[in-house]
């Protein structure tokens, strides 16, 4: 699972495996399967908040987050279980770096315009075009405009007094049930997302630096020579 769908193209079984590392599918599985540790130690009679409260501290907690760099590390349970590990930038509007580094390496890197998807190992890069990716995606929350995250994603906060959240795409075609998203200190330190085959998606951020500038260079890929190129 990643931020991102995208079709398979060649060698797909380690291509399934590879992708499945990649994300964040980033960026981050949900409350009906498994919640984050802080959760679970709540009472089980705390009162959630109603959605417009839920949704107006949400946005108010991402739209503090102009940029973020962070290590991650993530597992998936299911179908194509697997733990991968690496490191992240997001800077808004729609910039967003993900780079697994263990134990394949793969690089996703968004820039408003194009995404690019490159693996190393497979010599494969492929192009896509961002706006029909990243509608229904997590990766909205992280790089895009979280005014109109409620847009696209019905917004529940469980637990009044605690920034944790969970959100469920109003589209029928997103590629996840379910995403949880967890807060401390004003930052989001894990996502939890359960997609429709099944699998759970767990993603932790360690080391996070908020609201650093970050060089456009970090958002910008150039197909190293050799490379297949695949334009979707």
Avoid: C
């Amino acid at each position: 699972m990643t931020l991102f769908t995208k079709k398979t193209t060649k060698h797909t079984g380690l291509k399934q495996k590879v992708m499945s590392g990649a994300l964040a599918g980033v960026l981050m599985t949900s409350l009906g399967v498994a919640a984050p540790m802080m959760v679970l130690t709540q009472s089980a009679t705390a009162a959630p908040a109603d959605n417009l409260t839920a949704a107006k501290r949400l946005n108010k907690l991402l739209a503090n987050t102009k940029s973020m760099t962070a290590n991650f590390s993530q597992t998936t349970k299911g179908a194509n279980s697997g733990a991968f590990s690496g490191t992240m930038s997001v800077q808004r509007p729609n910039n967003f770096r993900w780079e697994t580094k263990s134990p394949s390496q793969q690089l996703i890197v968004a820039n408003g315009n194009s995404m690019w998807v490159y693996d190393k190992d497979l010599e494969q890069a492929t192009k896509q075009n961002v706006d029909s990716q990243v509608g229904n995606t997590p990766a909205l929350l992280l790089s895009g405009d979280p005014s109109k995250i409620d847009q696209n994603f019905k917004i529940t906060q469980p637990y009044n007094n605690k920034n944790y959240y969970v959100l469920y795409p109003k589209s029928d075609s997103a590629s996840f049930k379910s995403l949880s998203m967890s807060f401390s200190g004003g930052k989001p330190v894990m996502m939890v997302l359960n997609d429709s085959l099944g699998q759970t998606t767990s993603i932790k951020f360690s080391n996070i630096k908020l609201n650093l500038s970050i060089g456009s260079s970090q958002f910008k890929f150039t197909p190293p020579k050799g490379v297949d190129v695949i334009n979707q």
